[in-house]
């Protein structure tokens, strides 16, 4: 059985293991950087952040027999702040006709802007390329012990949530949207505007055009990623799109990927929550179970998260797990047990 936690300092060199994976904003391939993230996720889960849109938390998925983190995901309780806004560029149809050539024409239009009191983030979501694929769905634990956590605790988190998705990249990692953008007003190559933005995004409101421009303007290869995903990125978008979450007509200024949005109260993971009480007795073999994604809290030292992937029999307000599961938890009976299904 893996076990999803809360990060400890102690992961560093697994998390900078992953993090040559990706290299995201989230998740940058740079120790300094990355420390830095781990020190504020385990300041956060603490509470000694005071201000909960300050907070951001990460969680990995652990190999408890091999001692091997399979994998890491993560929420940014408030992304946009005056100080560091969440920047997107609203992508909007505009029509023009004209009677003398009897010619119509619909364009996208694209025009950037920031939220400046911004939604809660997820993302950050990687596994280790060897756990892939493998009956335990790494990928979908890691996603979903979000929405466990913040089902847990909707008080901490926004009315909003964002996922900004990864969009189809070039061989060599480069953005197509990038290169035929975002280069052009900056003079900087897409690794370089990536990383320059992790310390601020001043540049981009500086330096984009700030009325609207058209997409029709841009190669066709452009034009047709905008708002796409990559081929890795789309069973991630298929699972949003199942729990609540939609494109909202906004891209990455950066890559052009696709913002997809909901309300935290509306996603099915957070409305079939559930708090119980654990059982006596441990669940066996057989009867009708649901698998579920099931969570303590201060299970393992002060403030303390954990889930796992189990079978759970619900019973009025009570609910069995099979031993395995309770130990890995290390909840005992009449501890508050946290549901949500993992289906």
């Not at 939604?119 to 060897?130: F, N, Q, R, S, Y």
Request: aromatic residues 8%.
């Amino acid at each position: 059985m893996l076990l999803l936690r809360d990060v400890r300092k102690s992961d560093l060199p697994a998390l900078r293991s992953l993090a040559r994976v990706l290299n995201s904003v989230n998740l940058p391939a740079d120790e300094r950087s990355l420390s830095g993230i781990l020190e504020r996720s385990v300041r956060s889960f603490s509470g000694r952040i005071a201000d909960p849109w300050k907070r951001s938390y990460v969680f990995v998925l652990e190999d408890t027999a091999r001692r091997r983190v399979l994998g890491t995901s993560m929420v940014i309780a408030k992304h946009g702040t005056r100080e560091s806004p969440c920047t997107f560029l609203d992508v909007t149809e505009r029509e023009n006709y004209s009677s003398t050539l009897d010619r119509h024409f619909r364009h996208q239009v694209l025009s950037i802007g920031f939220h400046f009191d911004g939604p809660t983030e997820i993302g950050g979501l990687v596994v280790d390329p060897k756990a892939r694929g493998s009956e335990a769905e790494p990928g979908k634990q890691l996603s979903f012990v979000r929405f466990l956590y913040m089902a847990i605790f909707p008080d901490r988190f926004r009315e909003t949530v964002l996922a900004e998705l990864m969009p189809p990249l070039r061989n060599d990692g480069k953005s197509l949207f990038w290169e035929g953008f975002g280069r052009r007003f900056t003079g900087l190559d897409y690794q370089e505007a990536d990383k320059l933005s992790r310390k601020g995004k001043e540049f981009i409101q500086q330096l984009f055009p700030a009325g609207e421009f058209y997409a029709t303007l841009f190669p066709p290869r452009v034009q047709q990623a905008l708002g796409k995903v990559g081929r890795s990125t789309e069973p991630a978008r298929r699972m949003l799109a199942r729990i609540g979450f939609r494109y909202v007509n906004r891209i990455d200024p950066f890559d052009g990927g696709p913002h997809y949005e909901a309300k935290l109260s509306e996603v099915s993971l957070v409305r079939e929550h559930r708090r119980l009480r654990l059982d006596l007795e441990p669940l066996g073999d057989g009867g009708r179970d649901r698998e579920v994604l099931a969570g303590a809290l201060g299970a393992a030292g002060p403030n303390r998260f954990r889930a796992v992937r189990t079978r759970a029999r619900v019973n009025g307000d009570r609910v069995r797990l099979p031993a395995e599961a309770g130990r890995a938890l290390d909840v005992k009976p009449g501890d508050a047990i946290h549901l949500v299904p993992f289906a």
